[in-house]
């Protein structure tokens, strides 16, 4: 059974970048089914889509976030991780890592328990 | 930006049925746009219900269906159940690697 499990810390400062990691367990991050990705929820919101990485390191964005995303991918620690430069209060949320499948619209398959992150000083 | 617009809110009484819908801003949405559809309660993780218009993921009831109606993706509970009280979200693929969520639909069971 796939696990997707994230980590990372759960306060970061105004200004400051938001690290996060995801572990994959129980299939292979190089399987070419698959992107591995990250979705976000704020509190009392609604799901936005971050961005999403396939094994070969290809990456795609959403438009609103791109300018601050940086998604990577180490196959060899079945890991992917997200970076998200100079947060503010706006980017506390509950940030899920998820397994989209390709084609298809790329719908997710797969999603990790999620892990609150909250930007405060 | 292209919006993804669904109902804020729906209710439902035991054992009916209902429809959520998924539009667009500008546009009707059509099977080239692969809507996915899930279900989220308070403090879990998403669950995949539909994907590709109409086909349920692993698992998922037969009650639970998915369509294009005239311009817009709709997700049909057939039956609904107390514990189908839920978030549902709808998602588009825009293209070119991109999707777009959906508000969501805060679905009450009474």
């Known amino acids: 059974q796939l696990q997707l499990q994230e980590s990372g810390p759960g306060l970061v400062k105004p200004s400051e970048t938001l690290s996060l990691t995801c572990t994959v367990s129980?299939?292979?991050?190089?399987?070419?089914?698959?992107?591995w990705g990250w979705i976000r929820q704020p509190p009392g919101k609604g799901l936005e889509w971050i961005g999403n990485i396939y094994y070969s390191g290809s990456t795609y964005y959403n438009p609103s976030l791109k300018s601050r995303v940086t998604i990577s991918i180490d196959t060899s620690k079945n890991q992917f991780s997200l970076k998200l430069s100079s947060v503010t209060a706006a980017d506390t949320a509950v940030y899920y890592c998820?397994?989209?499948?390709?084609?298809?619209?790329?719908?997710?398959?797969?999603w990790g328990q999620g892990t609150l992150v909250t930007v405060s000083s | 930006q292209t919006v993804v617009t669904q109902e804020p809110s729906f209710s439902v009484s035991p054992g009916g049925t209902v429809t959520l819908t998924c539009g667009l801003s500008s546009g009707s949405v059509s099977t080239s746009y692969y809507p996915s559809w899930y279900q989220q309660t308070p403090g879990q993780a998403p669950r995949t219900l539909i994907y590709?218009?109409?086909t349920r993921s692993s698992g998922v009831p037969d009650r639970f269906s998915g369509s294009i109606l005239g311009n817009k993706a709709a997700l049909t509970i057939t039956g609904a159940q107390a514990d189908d009280e839920s978030d549902y979200y709808c998602?588009?693929?825009?293209?070119?690697?991109?999707?777009?969520f959906g508000g969501g639909t805060k679905l009450t069971v009474l």
């Open positions: 998602v588009l693929y825009m293209g070119s690697g991109v999707v777009v």
């Open positions: 129980g299939g292979s991050i190089s399987n070419s089914s698959y992107y």
């Open positions: 998820a397994r989209p499948k390709r084609g298809l619209g790329d719908y997710v398959d797969y």
């Open positions: 590709s218009t109409n």
